[in-house]
């Protein structure tokens, strides 16, 4: 099958979603659009990604016969939106938080084509098991937490400190791969026309 026909943006820099859509065979072009990623006062984490991913989806600047995909992703304790980390500190101070508990990890996404536009969220359960400040440490000084939701990344050595994960594995990268082939069949592509065999 080829995608030809049809131009694939990736509106984000997130190498992490780049690497998700090159596994699966996708042929795209990535161009991160640059919004405003604060919370509205009152704002939930599901909300809040599903805002971020439909506000990605319309930043990128191109016309309507090109698929644009755009995501977000956040980690919610209890409520509590981690973002990425501003400095080590922060990022010791978030993976502190989630140390010996369960989280929840909300991905939106949203498809823009032909002038339609699609977005939900995905949501997986992430256990950590309890670590200790020497470890925490460790895993911040190896650099891993930035630009991360959570100031961790599954998919590297923030694995160590992962027990149990409830969903998408995918969806915790920062791409739900099964949502994001639900979301392109409601805007009319299948996901098998844009994978390269």
Avoid: C
């Amino acid at each position: 099958m080829s995608n030809d026909s049809i131009r694939v943006v990736l509106a984000s820099a997130s190498p992490r979603r780049s690497e998700l859509l090159t596994q699966i065979g996708m042929s795209f072009e990535v161009m991160p659009t640059d919004i405003d990623e604060t919370e509205h006062p009152g704002e939930d984490p599901v909300s809040y990604v599903r805002r971020l991913a439909i506000e990605k989806a319309l930043a990128a600047v191109v016309g309507d016969d090109v698929v644009v995909i755009a995501a977000d992703t956040t980690v919610d304790l209890d409520g509590m939106i981690l973002a990425k980390p501003a400095d080590d500190a922060d990022a010791l101070r978030m993976l502190g938080l989630l140390a010996g508990r369960t989280h929840q990890v909300h991905t939106g996404v949203a498809i823009r084509y032909q002038g339609r536009m699609v977005a939900e969220v995905n949501t997986s359960l992430v256990s950590m098991k309890a670590s200790d400040d020497q470890w925490l440490r460790w895993y911040v000084a190896t650099g891993e937490p930035h630009g991360k939701a959570g100031a961790y990344g599954i998919q590297g050595a923030a694995a160590v400190f992962v027990d149990s994960v409830q969903g998408s594995v995918t969806n915790v990268i920062g791409l739900p791969l099964s949502l994001l082939e639900q979301l392109l069949s409601e805007v009319g592509v299948s996901l098998l026309r844009l994978l390269t065999p």
